[in-house]
């Protein structure tokens, strides 16, 4: 017991400053930070950026969906987020005869905007460190799964006090240095978001898969939304008399633009990073787990591009699936890069070594042994699962035919299920995926980890191709009229059907075979890594910690800073217009920007004018949409990427390469109003200058 409360005493008291501009803050915690922050420039207080007493910077952002932020910048609900975070619900109200991918899209009054059925933005009503009450009761003799059942005990009691529903909160308690700290967060959650403005996906996605995560960076990644209320400004399911929703806070925008040196700010919700883990976790990610998913995500971009080229309604239907694969196969391309071009695992092994001749006599003695032990059991089977997922999980007729079996069981209607499914499918791609990824699960991995009904169906059409061209052949799922006429009556035909044979096939060996491992080692590497948290804590007592992205709102300062990639390269951190100019390309999609954009830069007066900017916040994913603040604590831009060289950020960040990717909000307002016509959208806004 006495070790936690040391434990405790040392994640409250940090030394300072940190290192570089690295780290991703709690709010809640921010007067630990204010100094450094006001140091390096900033000008507000710790109450400015976090309060539950008063409105602060935390009332004007929110979680946007599931995996983005956004911010408010009027008193009227109006929001901003990334065009990447907004782009599938762009997508479903799209067609040939409308489309808003291609054209983009403004309303151009409140009864245009667009209701998204499943969309909500949540706000953070307060985070509170709840470590006593979840460990209460807890004492070193107790097993480990004693210690689970008192913390997931406890921190139900904690989250049926702080939920709502009526008044739309909702809790969550979150676990921070792998449960050696835990805080509540409690949300409010709003259920009525409307589309509100969007710009072509020339403009909005400019570069695609070429540009994405690279410098310079010429995207406006960016949509408009409105968050709406009921009429006592509370959330409310959509109706048409919901009013648009009063925050408590909403940024000013700042027009005075970006300088290298100055100091920024982002306050947003990254998702997920693993800073502190082991070197064998990390080599296991860049050397192996890596390089294997670009390969399978290599080849259904490839099948989809194909197609997409061909057709114009393919390209709309596969055009938020294609960016979705895209987007991780990318970033996966720079992360193993970076590690090897860092020396991670090796640089891990060496403080290893230290912490290992530290740890002699101690409680933490033999810990890293253990884990590299853990993993090495793991692995093989986390191999096997990571193929499935990138596999037979990525075949869409495959997905489609278990959720159908799903809904017939519960006896749900089947209706927006196979709407959804057949609006955006096209077969031949599906069929050629299918072949690529099944044979490269049988190339690629050992026959051990292959569940036995693929080898004996293997083995029975000799081909991929061959047992493809039969499933497909003899599939109820690839027939609109008929999945519709399905109930549940025709479950045991469901069930027999090749496609659902297949899934069901895997989704078994997958249970039977590999989750267990997957799960005891799992389990067990969260208890030692638990363990290994304290003792970096207690080893490195002069190191500022900061825990690991979980989703949950963060603050990352820094400044304007450009790079250099590599020998005789500086990277400026700010692009422009001109930029854009010089890499329009008709001929290819991802280049060929609207006409009206030519015109503007025709006229002249606009060569200079600023599209994005870099700066050294520590950022990931989630903090697409974010906000980047200046001194002030003005709106300046919109996080959106990082750039290749340092997405590597996410296991080791490097001050002289991670860098974030932001859309200077400067194009934002130039676009809504020189592209868009909707100017009157800045009526609603405020201004600093």
Not at 338 to 360: I, S
Request: with cysteine; net charge negative; proline share 4%.
């Amino acid at each position: 017991m006495k070790r936690r409360f040391l434990l405790l005493a040392i994640l409250s008291t940090f030394a300072f400053p940190a290192f570089a501009d690295e780290g991703m803050w709690l709010p809640a915690l921010i007067s630990q930070r204010i100094g450094d922050m006001q140091a390096k420039g900033f000008k507000l207080t710790a109450d400015d950026v976090y309060s539950v007493n008063q409105a602060s910077l935390k009332d004007a952002v929110v979680l946007f969906g599931s995996g983005c932020t956004g911010e408010l910048v009027s008193d009227e609900g109006l929001l901003l987020t990334n065009h990447h975070c907004g782009y599938s619900y762009i997508q479903r109200h799209s067609s040939v005869e409308h489309d808003y991918l291609k054209d983009g899209f403004w309303a151009m009054k409140r009864e245009e905007e667009l209701p998204n059925k499943g969309l909500t933005v949540s706000f953070l009503e307060r985070m509170d460190d709840v470590t006593s009450l979840v460990l209460k009761g807890f004492d070193s003799s107790m097993t480990e799964q004693q210690r689970d059942s008192l913390v997931k005990e406890n921190s139900g009691k904690l989250v049926e006090a702080s939920t709502d529903e009526s008044k739309g909160l909702k809790a969550s308690v979150e676990a921070l240095f792998y449960g050696n700290q835990y805080f509540l967060f409690v949300f409010k959650v709003f259920r009525d978001v409307r589309l509100v403005g969007a710009p072509p996906s020339s403009i909005g996605k400019f570069g695609g898969d070429t540009d994405n995560w690279m410098w310079p960076r010429h995207t406006g990644d960016f949509s408009i939304f409105r968050v709406y209320a009921d009429k006592d400004n509370n959330p409310a399911d959509y109706s048409p008399d919901n009013v648009p929703y009063h925050p408590k806070k909403f940024f000013t925008i700042s027009r005075a633009g970006v300088r290298e040196g100055d100091f920024t700010f982002v306050y947003g919700c990254p998702g997920s990073t693993q800073e502190y883990v082991m070197s064998e976790q990390v080599r296991y990610i860049a050397e192996v787990s890596d390089p294997q998913k670009i390969a399978l995500r290599t080849a259904r971009l490839d099948i989809q591009k194909e197609y997409m080229g061909r057709d114009p309604a393919v390209r709309i239907q596969y055009s938020s699936k294609n960016a979705s694969v895209s987007n991780a196969w990318k970033k996966w391309q720079g992360e193993a890069r970076g590690v090897a071009k860092m020396n991670t695992v090796k640089a891990k092994q060496a403080y290893e070594a230290r912490f290992r001749e530290w740890a002699r006599g101690t409680r933490y003695e033999g810990v890293v042994e253990r884990l590299g032990e853990l993993y090495a059991l793991r692995n093989p089977s986390y191999l096997a699962y990571e193929y499935y997922n990138e596999t037979i999980r990525a075949v869409e007729i495959l997905q489609f035919a278990s959720a159908v079996k799903t809904r017939l069981k519960s006896g749900t209607s089947l209706d927006d299920l196979v709407d959804s499914f057949f609006k955006d499918y096209y077969q031949p791609i599906d069929e050629e995926s299918f072949a690529a990824l099944l044979s490269a699960f049988d190339k690629n991995l050992p026959d051990s980890s292959k569940p036995l009904y693929f080898k004996e169906k293997l083995a029975e059409y000799g081909t991929v191709e061959a047992w493809r061209d039969d499933l497909f052949a003899h599939t109820v799922f690839t027939d609109r009229d008929k999945v519709l006429s399905l109930t549940g009556e025709d479950l045991d035909r469901v069930a027999a059907d090749p496609a659902c044979l297949l899934y069901d096939a895997f989704q078994e060996w997958y249970n039977r075979d590999l989750n267990p491992v997957i799960r005891e080692t799992s389990d067990a590497i969260r208890v030692a890594n638990r363990a290994y948290m304290q003792g970096q804590m207690e080893f490195e007592t002069e190191k500022d910690f900061y825990p690991d992205a979980n989703l949950t709102l963060r603050v990352a300062y820094g400044h304007v800073e450009g790079y250099s990639p590599s020998d005789g390269i500086y990277y400026h951190p700010v692009s422009t217009l001109k930029g854009i100019i010089e890499k329009d390309n008709p001929e290819i999609f991802d280049y060929n920007i609207p006409q009206v954009l030519r015109d503007i830069y025709a006229e002249g007066g606009y060569e200079d004018q600023p599209v994005c900017f870099l700066a050294t916040n520590h950022t990931s994913g989630g903090n697409s949409g974010s906000p980047v603040i200046n001194a002030e604590g003005h709106l300046i831009g919109i996080n959106f990427d990082r750039v290749w060289e340092g997405t590597m950020s996410d296991l080791v960040f490097d001050p002289d390469f991670c860098r974030n990717i932001s859309l200077d909000i400067r194009y934002l307002l130039f676009v809504v109003d020189k592209i868009g016509g909707a100017s009157y959208l800045f009526n609603e806004m405020k201004f600093a200058d």
